[in-house]
């Protein structure tokens, strides 16, 4: 039965780790297109946003960075058997005044810090400033879309390992999943609703950001024009 529980958390453990793997890869292509965004934008103010979008891919990308070599020490302390234990006195009792020796728990602890902390810093890059609300959306939507769901799928795993001894630990990050399925949502959406009122702000980043909706402007445009051409053309007769 011991054999059984371990397996179970080097699971848990393992499952986190590839979900974080792939959402370390996925965050480079929306970083690289913020950043190619931001050298052709001149204006200040915009470009400032752009700006402070790449700043937060990076920082959650270094902190899901760290949290894969978290995971990885996880998995070494359960191998080697280490839990987290006191030194001990000369009669063979704990000793406290020394630190205790770090455990698995403890760990995976501040690895679910980890992820609570990358989620928020993603919902910092996209959060919708007023004057370029349009700006707050993924240049890279099935790349971010992975993103958001393989971070979710790390905490789930993780949380489900801590349970044993702390079954509250996923009702106490709750939040932290919504915000995820929120930023999925909103952030990956390529077609804006039938209904929804576009400024001409949110027009143009969507153009730029999305190759179906800048070929299909091209297309209108191109209408657009040998209409009037028609027309005119028809005028002068």
């Keep these: 039965m ?16 590839v979900a974080l793997t792939t959402v370390f890869e996925s965050l480079g292509a929306e970083h690289q297109a913020l950043v190619a965004e931001a050298e052709k934008t001149s204006a200040t103010e915009r470009c400032g946003t752009l700006t402070r979008m790449t700043e937060n891919i990076a920082q959650a990308a270094h902190t899901v960075s760290a949290s894969i070599v978290e995971l990885a020490t996880v998995r070494g302390l359960r191998d080697l058997d280490i839990r987290m234990q006191f030194s001990m006195d000369a009669e063979g009792g704990d000793y406290s005044p020394l630190l205790t020796l770090t455990g698995p728990s403890d760990v995976l602890y501040d690895i679910v810090n980890y992820l609570v902390e990358a989620a928020d810093t993603l919902g910092r890059a996209y959060k ?40 509250e630990v996923a009702k106490d990050h709750a939040s932290t999943r919504r915000l995820l399925t929120e ?21 143009a980043a969507a153009i730029r950001i999305s190759p179906e909706v800048a070929r299909a402007a091209s297309a209108a445009l191109a209408g657009l024009g040998g209409s009037r051409q028609h027309a005119l053309g028809t005028s002068s007769l």
């Excluded at 007023?130 to 789930?156: E, T, W, Y």
């Design 183 to 203: 930023l999925e949502d909103r952030v990956c959406a390529t077609v804006p609703s039938q209904g929804a009122s576009l400024s001409t702000e949110e027009v």
């Design 2 to 17: 011991p054999q059984e529980k371990s397996v179970a958390t080097e699971d848990h453990v393992r499952c986190a780790a």
């Design 128 to 167: 919708p400033t007023k004057k370029h609300p349009g700006l707050a959306v993924a240049r890279c939507p099935q790349q971010m879309k992975l993103v958001f769901s393989g971070l979710s799928a790390a905490l789930d795993a993780v949380c489900t390992d801590l349970s044993t001894q702390d079954p």
